[in-house]
């Protein structure tokens, strides 16, 4: 009796307290206030980027196109037609960039590969371009010499054209294996250096972007379909590439391998509305969970089966739009993952609504809800980008209750500008950052395991179907400049300052920091309004002088013609 007491007692607590944290608090409101504070000793700070949006020499050095090469290149697809053909040059500007990082004091930098600048047609077997791994070489050489740790994306949506145009890409299972080869390729040729590998860049927007509203390449619009197949075949691709890497490299190279996935937060709109809750649910687990869910528990989110199942009937369909994993695959799928990478930008207040079945089938309404925004929430720069703090907090808190506390790595986060002319004096990027790494603290306080944060990104770039008019950057980049010159914004000074302190130690420092980095900003701005002096100049020197020198001859010559005539 006794030892059956002594049993209750030890084991109950241990019941109760799993209990609790596998249950996410959505009623929860406490937001509280800015929190001043340290980041754990051992915490990573880094700033990110990819390979199609800044590398630029699209077609040089035995490069092969990529679909969003392809897709930038018809009319129509991106906001004026801009391309990425050379973007911020960053193929040519290694050493200036990885200068800029010191200049940070990060200890991480995220880039990413680009799969057909190494393997031309996609296809390890047919060819590699040795000039493309130098350039990696290279880029990652510079990082490890300035002491940068590279954090290396295999996949950041540049997928090699021809396995698009040849099997129609992530529509077709056969880009497991060569994305398999592609990430073998990587580990064996940059894994001695490379520690932390990320297979897929936020796969939710290359199913549905990419393959339900066409909005990003390849351009599809396979609504209801497209999304949830493509999805099917980067969750197995991602599992098959950290199994390759468990068996043959780990204990060699000693890396981790993860993924990193990017949504926006969910907010239910009434708290005390069980259909809202509900609902602010489905839109985090038709986002988030659709991957985590089987990298973490093996399957797809419930809700995720109940809601497209019942859809799928209703429409008449035979079985679910949404495929199904076999318990081999569910279990070979689950726990690939050494970090779990979040990227997170925005949040959406969430109510419930059915949606007719007769609409057609949709990713969209398949969730059944409606988003919202807050009409409180300051104006955005990008309409999209609403800065809501308090709901990274949130997010970083689910992702504890959801997954079994895993190893989290902030793998995005930052906001953008529209503005064309030169604007360093970003105020509200400041704002942004200084909100959301507070949140990530406050998270890390709850018991979130986060080990390190990017911030996104290291400079303008290119920014997908918008182009070059929304600018990410904490550099700013002078795109129309011929050699697309680099200015620090005056979130570089507060960002650099956070990294020093490790946080936020006190109002009167952070205060300090805030004042600093505006007046620096005053004056880097001149620097940058005397800039259209040095175009103005650089013309002077390269097309005026040279074009009246020219003239000045043809008329001397002329002129001495005429004497000579005369003269006879
Ligand atoms: C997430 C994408 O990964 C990144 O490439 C993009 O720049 C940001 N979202 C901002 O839209």
Partial sequence: MMACIIWMLQVLPLIFCAWGESDFQWTQTDRGSFYYGTFPP???????????????AWDTDGKGQSIWDVFTHKKGKVFMNHTADSSCDGYYKV???TELLKELKVSHYRLSISWP??????????????KGIKYYNDLINGLLEKNITPVVTLYHWDLPHNLQEKFNGWQNISMVTYFNDYANLSFERFGDRVKHWITFNNPWSVA??????????????????????????????????WHTYNKHWRSKQKGMVGISLTTEWGEPVDISSQKDIEAAERFVQFNFGWFANPIYNGDYPQIMKEYIGQKSAQQGLGMSRLPTFSSQEKSYIKGTSDFLGVGHFTTRYITSRNFPSTQGPSYFTDRDLTELVDPKWPEPESKWLYSVPW????LLNFVKTQYGNPLVFVTENGVSEKMHCAQLCDEWRIQYLKGYINEMLKAIKDGVNIQSY????????????????????????????????RYP?????????????????NPREVEKWHRISTETCSTTNQLLAADPLVSHMEMVTEIVVPTVCTLCILISAVLLMILLRRQS
């Fill in 489 to 505: 914004k005056a979130s570089v000074q507060f960002y650099k300052r956070i990294i020093s302190a490790n946080g936020f130690p």
């Fill in 117 to 130: 600048r190494i393997i031309p047609t996609g296809v390890r077997a047919e060819n590699v371009n040795e």
């Fill in 42 to 56: 051992t915490f990573m700070w880094g700033v990110g980027s990819s390979a199609y949006q800044t590398e630029g």
């Fill in 208 to 241: 549905v972007e990419g393959f339900e509203t066409g909005e990003h390449a390849p351009g599809l619009k396979l609504r209801g379909t497209g999304a949830y197949k493509v999805a099917h075949h980067l969750i197995k691709a991602h599992a098959k590439v």
């Fill in 391 to 394: 709901g990274f907090r949130r």
């Fill in 454 to 485: 990017t911030a996104w990104s290291l400079m303008d770039k290119f920014e997908w179907d918008e182009g070059f008019s929304e600018r990410f950057g904490l550099y700013y980049v002078e795109f129309k400049s011929k050699n697309k010159p």
């Fill in 95 to 97: 050493k200036d960039d």
